[in-house]
Each structure stands twice: as C-alpha cells, then as structure tokens.
C-alpha cells in the first residue's frame, strides 16, 4: 500500500505491518532520536506514540529517544501528552554540571583521544568554568580553540591561547555586529 496524506490509516498500517516483518526478522527494533523533542507539536507525539506501539501496547515496533530540555518534562504534564509520558519507560535530567564534572569529563576525553596534554590544567579550568554548567557549550568552546591551533599550528593550547582566541573572536562579533546595524 502506497503512502499518502489522505490515507493516514493505510499509511500507518503499511508502515506498522512492515516494521513487524523487520522486527520478527531482524529481532531488532528501529530508533528515532528526537532533539529539541520540547519543540515538537502535540500531534506529532501523538502520532509516534501511535506508530511504536502494536497490539494494544504490548510491543514495542520503534524505540524513540526524546531529548530536550526542561519544557519537555513540562509538557509531559499535560493532558494531550499523559498518554505519551505514561508510556516513557526511563527518564535521564542532565542537569547542570559542577566545574569539577565539566573538568573530568574533558580530562577523560582527552585521555580518549590519546592528547591528555593538549590543554593546559589552566585552560581546562577555564573551559569548564565559562560553559556554565553545560557540557555541550563546554566542547563547542573546546572545538573552537582546537580549530584555531590547527589554523595557527600551536601544539599546547594555554591560558595566553585562550583569551587571546576567545578576546579575538569577540572582537570580530562585534565588528560584526557593527557592520550590520551600518547597512
């Protein structure tokens, strides 16, 4: 059966009736990663809780991981959404990270990546520091400072490498910002 928009029925029962074969065949499951799942409207949630469940909930044809901030745990509260969160089996708050867990959490990579002296103790502090609290912002920070001793050809990214990049570039934001207000 042919997908289309107005055979929203059919189009779900050929898409379930295959995910079954696949999953029977294959005894694997596909997964939906959803980012910024907070965004997402109600009826699209709606329509994958329908999609991932078969015989009256009793399997699972699709694993989905949504991620998103606090509004997503808010809007698991309300009414249109209940079905949706009452069929959430684990639930992971990343919250805001201490310095010391942003800091370990980048030594570890470093370790990882075979370079655990690439930065200096100084510069780790200051990642971790200026990312309040956020890993993610923590890395963008650390790929912005390793693309520009790349460009630059330093070895060692220290204290004096990271304002002067970081003091650079706001500089350059500002010029920026300046020429556009100008047109």
């Keep these: 059966m042919r997908l289309s928009p107005s055979n929203r029925w059919g189009g779900a029962k050929a898409l379930r009736d295959r995910w079954v074969e696949h999953c ?9 990663i959803i980012d910024e799942a907070q965004e997402a409207r109600v009826d699209v949630l709606a329509e994958i809780r329908l999609l991932a469940s078969y015989m ?17 745990l808010e809007r ?5 959404l209940l079905p949706l969160a009452s069929r959430i089996r ?29 930065f200096a103790d100084e510069v780790k502090t200051l990642l971790a520091s200026h990312s309040t609290g956020n ?16 460009e630059r050809d330093v070895a060692r990214i220290d204290e004096r490498f990271f304002f002067e990049h ?16 100008a047109r």
């Design 135 to 150: 890993l993610r912002a923590m890395m963008n920070m650390g790929a912005e400072l390793l693309d520009a001793a790349v």
């Design 76 to 80: 698991l509260t309300t009414p249109d």
């Design 24 to 32: 029977e065949a294959t005894k694997l499951r596909p997964l939906l």
């Design 166 to 181: 970081f003091t650079n570039l706001s500089k350059e934001r500002d010029a920026d910002v300046v020429r556009r207000r």
């Design 56 to 72: 009256l909930d009793s399997q699972l044809l699709l694993v989905v991981l949504f991620a998103g901030d606090q509004r997503l």
């Design 90 to 118: 684990v639930r992971a708050a990343l919250l805001q990270q201490s310095l010391d867990e942003l800091r370990a959490a980048l030594e570890h990579l470093l370790d990882e990546a075979g370079a655990p002296r690439l």
